[in-house]
């Protein structure tokens, strides 16, 4: 399997615009995870899914991010209108389960999102 | 709210020596996860604790969960430069399945 891809690996956008962030869980895994990690505020969830269904977005950070996951191979999250302070590393994870198995959540290679 | 504390933040290793990571967390949780970062890179899972006293163990680490103490440690046995890296511990939310909370990463760093 070739893991959890996420796309792109980097991304830089002036501020205003529209960002989004895509990833591809590994096949089976039911979970999904958005996770966001900046040096100040450390790793953060930002949401997450259950067979395709959000659970819990709580950790989102205002009405300019929302997340969609379409089928159980697509996810996206998306952030409208972008500014500086949301620039961060942002991971997807996926797993079997919520819970994360005996071996824990498997994470993608993150996208690095620069505003300016 | 859960919240979970690493220490120490930054930790300096001669290449041979042992150390231990301490992970603390505020309220119950029934599982507690330790992950391994490297520069630029994401995060590969290492350990998933379960239950009280379990202990696990991969090469020269070692993971153990005292969950009445809600104290989980990862111990370094004979450190080598290959293991500088940055270990979180997250811990699982009881009432809210799929949501951990992370600390901060200790960020180890094994010297010759």
């Known amino acids: 399997d070739a893991g959890v891809i996420q796309s792109p690996r980097h991304e830089v956008t002036e501020m205003g615009q529209e960002v989004t962030l895509r990833c591809k869980p590994i096949s089976g895994h039911n979970s999904l995870f958005w996770y966001r990690q900046t040096m100040m505020r450390g790793l953060e969830l930002l949401i997450y899914f259950n067979n395709n269904v959000p659970i819990d977005d709580s950790g989102m950070p205002e009405d300019r991010f929302s997340a969609k996951m379409p089928n159980a191979s697509f996810s996206t999250l998306k952030i409208q209108p972008s500014e500086p302070r949301d620039s961060a590393v942002y991971f997807c994870?996926?797993?079997?389960?919520?819970?994360?198995?005996?071996?824990?959540?498997?994470f993608g290679s993150g996208t690095r999102l620069t505003v300016v | 709210e859960l919240k979970v504390e690493q220490n120490p933040l930054f930790l300096s290793m001669q290449e041979g020596k042992n150390y231990t990571i301490y992970c603390n967390y505020s309220t119950t949780s029934d599982r507690l996860y330790w992950y391994r970062q490297d520069p630029g890179k994401s995060l590969e899972s290492l350990f998933v604790l379960l239950s009280n006293g379990a202990v696990k163990q991969e090469g020269r680490l070692m993971a153990s969960l005292d969950t009445k103490a809600r104290l989980s440690t990862l111990h370094i046995t004979a450190a080598v430069h290959d293991l500088s890296a940055t270990y979180f511990c997250a811990a699982l939310h009881n009432t809210n399945a799929g949501k951990s909370t992370f600390g901060d990463g200790t960020t180890l760093t094994v010297k010759p």
């Open positions: 994870a996926s797993s079997l389960d919520l819970l994360g198995p005996n071996y824990g959540y498997t």
